[in-house]
């Protein structure tokens, strides 16, 4: 064994423990320290009554905090405050100051992400709008809109000037009315365009709308086209009506005239009063209930009586006081 090696032994064997004792310590002192992240609220205080903030901002901010880990481990942050008391109207950009941040001893910040804030602010301003029914469908075939009502015509609202700029009414969700043969009533809540976020309705109590929506049957036209036209007059005679056919235009409701035909419109003319001329005359017309008459094409027919003329002598009285005179002088 070489002899050089134990030359000194005791001075190399301290050397050594010392060596590894201070390795242990550097090793230990590294593990003490160590980075945590942060994710801080954004808070603001002391916003002006007639402000507010429209555009959309972050509203966290994340940190990283180096320093020893017994501190680290016992630290909470979770806000950060930004105050807007002499906040004007317009964008504003915000500085994340690291002097805010109430840290214990021995701990700092790397990290700040982002390192600024901006907000827009604007007037908050109050605006009464109208109410609209979001009506969707139609009613049933026949069947028409008449009316329709709410309970609240009109509706307060509280947001920036500039959104409320382009609101002109306020609708209801979705009233569907699609078959409906009768008056359809609802309770309806009030719906805002999801790209406005900071509008606020007002009344509350109004916030549910109470809708009405009168349905009835349509009252319909219809056009009839060659329906036959007859004639009545005495008994045993007979008669001519020209044109034998009219046009007619009928209104009523559409249950009504949807099964009306041709063959249910009577027309004729009364002709009791026609003895040699022609006379020119108005038809009747006999219809089903609920059904009024428009316009008739042609408006007067004319109507003649054709019956056979019977041949009579007619004797006049002079000559009858003379044949008894003769008769008498025989």
Same mark, same amino acid.
Do not use: C
């Given at each position: 064994m070489n002899k050089g090696f134990f030359e000194n032994f005791g001075l190399k064997l301290f050397s050594l423990v010392f060596a590894i004792t201070l390795w242990f310590f550097v090793s230990g002192e590294r593990k003490t320290y160590s980075e945590q992240s942060f994710t801080l609220d954004l808070e603001f205080k002391n916003i002006p009554s007639n402000l507010i903030i429209t555009d959309d901002f972050l509203d966290k901010v994340e940190i990283r905090v180096s320093g020893r880990t017994t501190i680290l481990s016992n630290t909470r942050i979770d806000k950060y405050t930004i105050d807007l008391t002499d906040i004007t109207p317009g964008l504003s950009t915000f500085s994340i100051l690291t002097d805010k941040l109430a840290l214990p001893p021995g701990l700092r910040i790397t990290k700040i992400s982002p390192k600024e804030i901006a907000l827009r602010l604007e007037e908050e301003i109050l605006k009464k709008v109208p109410v609209r029914i979001?009506?969707?469908?139609?009613?049933?075939?026949?069947?028409?809109?008449?009316?329709?009502?709410?309970?609240?015509?009109?509706?307060?609202?509280?947001?920036?000037?500039?959104?409320?700029?382009?609101?002109?009414?306020?609708?209801?969700?979705?009233?569907?009315?699609?078959?409906?043969?009768?008056?359809?009533?609802?309770?309806?809540?009030?719906?805002?365009?999801?790209?406005?976020?900071?509008?606020?309705?007002?009344?509350? =109590?109004?916030?549910?709308?109470?809708?009405? #929506?009168?349905?009835?049957?349509? #009252?319909?036209?219809?056009?009839?086209?060659?329906?036959?036209?007859?004639?009545?007059?005495?008994?045993?005679?007979?008669?001519?009506?020209?044109? =034998?056919?009219?046009?007619?235009?009928?209104?009523?409701?559409?249950?009504?005239?949807?099964?009306?035909?041709?063959?249910?419109?009577?027309?004729?003319?009364?002709?009791?009063?026609?003895?040699?001329?022609?006379?020119?005359?108005?038809?009747? +017309?006999?219809?089903?209930?609920?059904?009024?008459? +428009?316009?008739?094409?042609?408006?007067?027919?004319?109507?003649?009586?054709?019956?056979?003329? #019977?041949?009579?002598? #007619?004797?006049?009285?002079? =000559?009858?006081?003379?044949?008894?005179s003769e008769g008498k002088k025989r």
């Open positions: 979001n009506i969707i469908g139609k009613p049933a075939e026949g069947y028409k809109v008449v009316k329709q009502s709410i309970s609240t015509n009109f509706i307060a609202i509280k947001g920036a000037k500039s959104e409320l700029d382009e609101i002109t009414f306020i609708s209801t969700v979705e009233l569907n009315i699609d078959g409906a043969k009768a008056s359809v009533q609802k309770e309806l809540d009030l719906v805002v365009d999801e790209k406005y976020h900071n509008l606020t309705l007002i009344d509350l =109590d109004k916030q549910n709308i109470s809708a009405t #929506i009168e349905i009835e049957e349509a #009252i319909v036209e219809k056009e009839f086209k060659d329906v036959p036209v007859s004639v009545r007059g005495i008994e045993g005679n007979t008669y001519s009506v020209v044109p =034998d056919k009219m046009d007619i235009i009928l209104i009523g409701p559409f249950l009504n005239m949807d099964i009306l035909s041709k063959e249910d419109i009577v027309a004729y003319v009364e002709a009791e009063n026609v003895l040699e001329n022609s006379i020119r005359l108005k038809p009747a +017309i006999e219809l089903p209930f609920r059904i009024d008459i +428009i316009e008739t094409i042609p408006v007067l027919f004319e109507v003649t009586n054709t019956s056979p003329i #019977i041949e009579k002598k #007619i004797i006049e009285p002079s =000559d009858t006081k003379q044949k008894n």
